[in-house]
Every structure is written in structure tokens, then in C-alpha cells.
């Protein structure tokens, strides 16, 4: 993976991570959540917005880590 990756990993995880301060489970649907936190913060479309919370970050940058060393 290109070292640019890990930037893109590390974004995405400030993602997830705002979604989830403000997300709560069975009560919260996702697009209010995008459009009044994630939208202004981070500038993305919906679908993309969707395939980063259903992305497992943490075990990519594990792997991304492991080969760079």
C-alpha cells in the first residue's frame, strides 16, 4: 500500500469515530448523523459516507502497519 493510504485510513477513522459520539444504536439513523456532523466536517457524498462506517479501519491499519516494517 502506497504511504498516502494510511492518511486516507487515518481520515476515515476520524470519521467513524465522530459518528459514533453522536450515534446511538436502534434510536439514531445514520443520515441525520451525516448531515448535521459528519457533512460540514468531512466533505463526502452519503454512499461513501456508508462504505467508510462499514469499513473495519482499525484491521487495515494493523495490516498497512505490520507490512511497513
Known sequence: MAYNN????LYWKQ???????????GITPYAPVFRQY???RFPMSYA???KI???N???LLKEQDE???
Open 53 to 55: 462506517i462499514n469499513m
Open 15 to 25: 470519521v467513524q469515530e465522530e459518528t459514533q459520539k453522536h450515534f446511538i444504536p
Open 67 to 69: 507490512k511497513s516494517k
Open 38 to 40: 459528519i457533512e460540514p
Open 6 to 9: 494510511r492518511n486516507k485510513l
Open 48 to 50: 461513501t459516507f456508508m
Open 57 to 59: 479501519v482499525d484491521k
